[in-house]
């Protein structure tokens, strides 16, 4: 029971360094995406954070199994370099209690990583969604700059307002292009005052008046067919689908374990099954960690690389095939779970090296050869 604590603590406060770096490094490249949000528009600082905390679920669900292989590589790095593994030999500890102690941290570990892998990370994911897409749409639509030409949200309007003064525009300059490739049609619209109102459904749209429409087919010869006219007050909705289309697309980040689990589409029968292999992880990595440090310890650099090795490999093609570039025409699940028995395969090996009969096999290979 001493040195299971023991180990477990030395693992524990490995992992909480290593975890807290990583974090670090992922709040920072967050952060500064997330600033052009900030250039752009007027945001609270507030919901500059609550944007940041909500990713750290959603990061946690690759940093947490990374974590955990980390520490216990680094927690057996330093027992082997000072012989504290020797010296637990030398105390009638067999590695089964060092094997029983890698299990139960990583039963621990992968109780937080099941909460948030299965709910939540999928609940702060979606949350985040629907608030980054609140504070981009404020940003298009009611923070707008002067003197500056300024894509709205429909990205088929632009806009250029001389001086701004709260909704009030004035010397506004519009430009809509046709979203259709096929008709080069563009229309622009000039006035001397404008101002940016809501309707009671929430779309938002912009009222010029006193100004002059232009209308330009920009495949016509010389621009021979024009259409020009005046007006004394023009109306033009500026996001009227953009909440409907939020609604539509449902991506399957946001989908719950539950959810994915009653889900018959194919995506999302690869992500539940990406996720289980996140959380096969928390125990596989660390046990083939563990069993190359104590049971095969001729060179320990040559096991340090081949752990490092056997880790990318796992995860490489873990995330080749959730994402479907290799194998589009094999079902991906199968193949996750090959991967899977491969890497309990050889953890199951590594366990029985050390035994008297894998010495027998091994003694009648090399004869043999």
């Given amino acids: 029971m001493i040195f299971t604590k023991y180990i477990l603590k030395e693992i524990f406060r490995n992992q909480l360094i290593i975890l807290t770096l990583l974090f670090l490094v992922c709040f920072c490249q967050k952060l500064i995406r997330m600033l052009g949000l900030v250039i752009d528009g007027n945001i609270s600082m507030y919901l500059f954070f609550i944007c940041l905390g909500l990713n750290i679920p959603e990061a946690g669900k690759l940093l947490i199994p990374f974590s955990v292989f980390l520490s216990v590589l680094v927690t057996f790095y330093r027992l082997h370099i000072h012989n504290e593994i020797i010296a637990m030999y030398s105390c009638a500890v067999d590695k089964y209690l060092i094997i029983r102690s890698i ?23 979606s949350y985040q969604s629907k608030l980054l897409h609140e504070i981009k749409e404020n940003i298009n639509l009611t923070v707008l700059s002067e003197k500056k030409f300024q894509p709205l949200s429909t990205k088929s309007l632009i806009l250029f307002a001389d001086s701004i003064q709260g909704k009030k525009l004035k010397h506004v300059f519009l430009v809509k292009t046709n979203q259709n490739k096929n008709n080069g049609m563009y229309t622009i619209m000039t006035s001397e005052h404008g101002n940016v109102d809501q309707n009671p459904d929430g779309s ?22 024009v259409f020009i006219t005046n007006f004394s007050k023009y109306k033009m909705s500026i996001n009227n ?49 563990t069993l190359l440090t104590i049971t ?41 779970w090959v991967i899977n028995s491969i890497y309990l395969l050889i953890a199951l ?3 029985a090296w050390d035994t008297s009969c894998m010495k027998k096999l091994v003694l009648v290979a090399f004869y043999r050869n």
């Fill in 103 to 125: 299990f139960l941290f990583s039963g621990i570990v992968a109780t937080f990583a099941i909460i948030n892998i299965g709910w939540l990370s999928p609940y702060c994911s």
């Fill in 296 to 336: 095969i310890s001729y060179n320990y650099l040559s096991n340090f690389l081949l752990t490092i090795f056997l880790y990318t490999i796992f995860f490489v093609l873990h995330t080749l095939l959730r994402s479907h570039i290799i194998l589009e025409k094999t079902n991906p699940i199968v193949w996750m």
């Fill in 349 to 351: 090996l590594l366990n």
């Fill in 241 to 289: 689908t953009v909440k409907t289309l939020l609604k539509k697309n449902k991506s399957i980040d946001h989908m719950s374990i539950y959810q994915l689990w009653y889900s018959v589409a194919p995506k999302a029968r690869v992500e539940l099954h990406w996720r289980l292999t996140l959380l096969m992880s928390i125990f596989i990595m660390p046990m083939i960690t």
């Fill in 204 to 225: 938002r749209l912009i009222i010029l008046e006193k100004g002059t429409y232009y209308e330009i087919y920009n495949k016509c010869e010389l621009c021979e067919h």
